[in-house]
């Protein structure tokens, strides 16, 4: 009896320990930096010659994934890990940075960084 307690206390104690870690966050956007006749599209992929999934207005919120990528020099980065919302647009506002977003019908996609400032 004591085993099946011991191994049901393990099993539990390993299965809240881990499931945290395969969590998912999002942050919170706005499109900023768009025309009020224009929409921010968000892309399937990271270029603007992908096809158009989904489109924002300017004020609307999106939900970021945390990870952005610089298409020129193929380099990846995270935005949820802290630091300010100034300092984050700052990097998502480079040239050639793409940030991966969340639609309201959840599908994942691309826009440009510069076009959505996180909260």
Do not use: H
Request: aromatic share 10%; charged share 20%; with cysteine.
């Amino acid at each position: 009896m004591q085993k099946l307690i011991v191994s049901a206390t393990v099993a539990a104690l390993a299965a809240t320990s881990i499931a945290p870690a395969f969590a998912s966050t999002f942050t919170a956007g706005r499109v900023v930096n768009v025309a009020s006749y224009d929409r921010l599209n968000i892309r399937k992929w990271p270029a603007s010659e992908s096809r158009v999934i989904d489109a924002y207005r300017r004020g609307e919120m999106i939900s970021l994934t945390g990870r952005c990528k610089n298409i020129v020099t193929n380099v990846s980065f995270r935005i949820d890990a802290g630091g300010s919302s100034g300092w984050r647009f700052s990097k998502m506002e480079a040239p050639n940075v793409w940030c991966q977003v969340m639609t309201d019908d959840a599908e994942l996609g691309w826009a440009r960084g510069r076009y959505i400032w996180p909260q």
